[in-house]
């Protein structure tokens, strides 16, 4: 039961990992794209991408969440006590995200789109690096089990913690740029299909770089973690690398969709190689799965809910993007001309004050 | 400096933990009536425009839609924000309970995903989708909204009817039947109670902004509409939501009874016990001012046995096993508030139906609409005043007799300096959010509703481009 739980657990890290990730990722290209006139076409590509789909992509945290508390409570319990801070914050920096992004869309004076966009961006950033630490510190074995608290900084400003944090940032960055590449290839945007095939290049090279450094940092401050990933972990480790010089050759070679592939593999592979590595624990060296399982009954809940998932989200979830992607979501907002999805007119930027009109 | 340091690490963390909760639910709860009944309103509309190619109605669903939009992202995070919190503030509750609390959520989650994706279909989907698929599209969204909703209410009814498990010799859970702890005894009334409110609550919401445009003096067809169904939605919802809080009522009397003694401020078992129109409990138990009803409350428990029905006091429990006397009074002022705003929801529901019964039409008498235009803000405060009596009549209990709001707290000193924040954020959002909605509507307003492109247009869907 504890490894059925287990896989069912890690599949939605996975999932948070590529799709929530990629979100967070879009959100990291928009933090650089610069100013307002210059970023403007790479930030309408990227709203135009993630705009129909971010809510449901951040629901996997919350089934993260709850299949946690309710097959390893006593885990969960360890973490939030440890990790208080990180998680604080990330829960902040999905109100502003969130919010942020959501009024962007609502708005149309470009000052204030300016302001929630920035509060989109910076926090696109924040979270993903939170989230990073905290699985940095529960894989370098940070958090005792029983409910207890670990040190309260100590636990997330750690090398394992920032190589977690900026890895996350890093892969969603990646993730993204692919995802974007393919975008405007599909939106006839030749100049951001190579403005982001770039920048997904240069992600994919500099998380290739992290991933080297990162194995002599794990070897010194997760020695449980390293173990794991050069025994059993290693297949996964080498398919990620794989892959991930798989899609760079791909983005080279102008094959989108296969980058695409290839890049959700080799994040997804760096993710599992994460469980496998620290198997059979759920937090490394002080709670394993087994002795962290709730009751049968539970499991069996989970289980349920995972076949409901099957049979009715999934569906739903894939009907969503197929939607999307054949322009059947365009964006909403006043400002389009029943044209869309041209993205070459100016932002409408309303210069006079906003005054109440006279009917209605 | 050291004693400062010492200072902040002293600080308690149960009191700023419960009032982060408290403070973060009761903004979350406020943006749930949205979520849930307006997907119905905008339904309602929608159908309207697309049946009887009512221009009206369509556009008032496309900006509902748009508006919905927005309370939705932010019902969203802040709602993500509370299952972070569940962990962050009452970790030891988590650890303890979180396999048979955390049960519901897993259905919630799933409730809430099929919701999202259903919201991004209909919301982006006006331009593109024939109207037909595109309104089907909002169907789920309806559905998953009253049953995440009842989700969440089984984990909080399971807290006050915590059941479905075993527990060891020490206290662990050992076993779990998920039915029983999804179907406790508490949820179905609990449910039904919360679901009911999202509908008066919404409905009364989005009505009251078109009667505070009415009472201004916009009497358009237009306006009419953005009042009539939001506000037939909620005066339908009001008597229903009546029915079902009088048998919760019964439920907690017979389950609960020193959370019925609470709400009817009874400190001594007694018979023919009154009921006390606001009044205060004093530490001494004795009870001073108010308007008492001889007998009230007793009949209306039994009326069978009428004054003569024997209501169980607060003193049927040690001291620190029941709320304590100022917990009490806010349980008790809350109940009438709650009913109190009830009976004038009823009232003006009831005054709807009649003039439409017997004028077919809406009362025109500006006393209405200004009634009309203060029932989304009372609404809200019944909901908040009927949630604080579920929530404060439970103290000191986190899990009703099993386990204490001090033993499930968080041990980080730091709460209060994230209480602040959380309130500092809060009312930000909370600010932009208006502003947000008053920026669109004020768009709106400058668009002529009758040149802008119309939904499903100008060549139902598909082929919109010039």
Known sequence: MSTIAAIILFTTVIAYAVFGGADFGAGFWDLMAGGTERGDRPRRIIDHSIGPVWEANHVWLIFCFVVLWTCFPEAYASITLTLFVPLTLAAVGIVLRGSGFAFRHAVFRTRDRRVFGALFATSSVLVPYCLGAVAGAIASGRVPDGGRAGDPIGSWINPTSILGGVLAVGTGAFLAATFLVWDAGRLDEAPMVEYFRRRAAGAATAMGVLSLIGVFVLREDAKYLFAGLTTRGLPLVITAAVCGTAALVLLHRQSHSGARLTAVVAVASIVLGWGVAQWDYILPESLTLEAAIAPDGTVIAVLVAVGLATVFILPAFALLYRLDQRGFLPKEGAEDSPGEPRLDSPLPAITKPIGRSSEH | ?466
Not at chain 2, 405 to 416: E, I, K, L, S
């Open chain 2, 1 to 466: 400096m050291r004693w400062l340091l010492a200072g902040i690490l002293a600080i308690d963390p149960v009191p700023w933990a419960r009032a982060q909760m408290a403070f973060t639910l009761a903004a979350h709860i406020i943006l749930v009536p949205l979520g849930v009944s307006w997907a119905l309103i905008m339904l309602i509309a929608n159908y309207r425009g697309v049946r009887h190619g009512d221009a009206d109605a369509l556009v008032l669903a496309q900006r509902w839609s748009k508006y919905l939009a927005v309370t939705f992202a932010v019902g969203a995070v802040t709602g993500t924000v509370l299952s972070f919190e569940f962990g962050l503030l009452w970790p030891r509750f988590m650890g303890q309970w979180g396999e048979a609390f955390g049960i519901p959520f897993l259905f919630e989650g799933l409730f809430f995903f099929a919701e999202a994706i259903f919201v991004s279909i209909y919301i982006f989907g006006w331009r593109r989708m024939k109207p037909w698929p595109h309104f089907f599209s909002g169907v789920p969204i309806v559905i998953c909204g009253i049953g995440g909703s009842a989700a969440v209410i089984a984990s909080n009814a399971w807290m006050n009817d915590p059941s479905g498990f075993t527990l060891d010799q020490a206290g662990q859970i050992i076993e779990v039947d998920p039915w029983g702890v999804i179907f406790n005894d508490a949820m179905p009334l609990m449910a039904a109670h919360m679901v009911v409110a999202a509908y008066v609550v919404g409905g009364f919401m989005i009505a009251s902004v078109y009667a505070v445009g009415m009472a201004r003096g916009r009497r358009d067809r237009y306006h009419r509409l953005g009042f009539l169904i939001p506000f037939t939605v909620a005066a339908i919802a009001v008597p229903i939501q009546i029915g079902v809080g009088d048998r919760l009522a019964g439920w907690v009397q017979e389950n609960q009874p020193v959370k019925f003694a609470a709400i009817a401020l009874v400190p001594e078992t007694a018979s023919d016990v009154p009921e006390t129109l606001f009044g205060r409990l004093q530490d001494d138990g004795t009870v001073s001012g108010g308007i008492a009803i001889p007998g009230m409350t007793s009949y209306m428990t039994n009326p069978s046995t009428g004054t003569a029905t024997v209501i169980q006091g607060l003193d049927t429990v040690p001291a620190g096993d029941r709320p304590t006397t100022s917990q009490v009074n806010i349980v008790h002022w809350s109940w009438d508030v709650m009913v109190g705003i009830g009976m004038l929801l009823l009232l003006l529901s009831l005054w709807y139906g009649a003039t439409w019964l017997f004028r077919r039409d809406m009362p025109q008498s500006r006393l209405f609409l200004l009634v009309a235009s203060a029932s989304g803000v009372l609404a809200v405060i019944a909901m908040e005043a009927g949630w604080v009596v579920s929530e404060v009549g439970r103290q000191p209990w986190i899990v009703y007799n099993l386990q204490r709001v001090d033993d499930a707290a968080t041990a980080n000193t730091g709460v209060w300096i994230t209480f602040i924040g959380i309130v500092v954020l809060y009312a930000a959002l909370a600010a932009t959010t208006i502003y947000v909605l008053r920026t669109m509507s004020i768009r709106f307003k400058r668009e002529d509703h009758h040149n802008q492109p119309v939904p499903y247009g100008p060549s139902d869907g598909g082929q919109s481009d010039p």
